[in-house]
């Protein structure tokens, strides 16, 4: 069974950082590609950032604008979100997901292509 366990989130200040950990059960990264996505107060889920199970190539959305990285560690079964420069409108449930890809090189930034969830980490921005 596949089950998808996010941590690392909490409050920090305006400029800071935090590193999100996405920890796998049931899969192998090998074979499944993560996203991770976020909803913000009042606002559509939207994709972050995504790694591909196939070649680890890497998919980051323009509106983070750089500062926001995405990486694995297959032997831990974990995928992190290393986030910097952090602004108050970052302030989101941030939730990985999975889907399984034996072929893709590249990952999807689709949510429907998804098809594990988390059940997300609070992100709160403030000073």
């Known amino acids: 069974q596949v089950q998808l366990v996010e941590s690392g989130g909490g409050l920090v200040q305006p400029g800071g950082s935090l590193r999100l950990s996405c920890k796998g059960s049931g899969f192998s990264l090998d074979h499944y590609t993560i996203g991770w996505f976020r909803q913000g107060p009042d606002k559509e889920r939207e994709v972050v950032s995504c790694?591909?199970?196939?070649?680890?190539?890497?998919y980051d959305a323009d509106s983070m604008e750089g500062r926001f990285s995405i990486s694995r560690d297959k032997a831990k079964k974990t995928v992190y979100l290393q986030m910097n420069s952090l602004k108050p409108e970052d302030t989101a449930v941030y939730y990985c997901?999975?889907?399984?890809?034996?072929?893709?090189?590249?990952?999807?930034?689709?949510?429907?292509?998804?098809?594990?969830w988390g059940q997300g980490t609070q992100v709160t921005v403030s000073s």
């Open positions: 997901a999975a889907y399984r890809n034996f072929l893709e090189s590249t990952c999807t930034s689709a949510e429907t292509h998804y098809d594990h």
């Open positions: 790694i591909s199970s196939r070649t680890g190539n890497t």
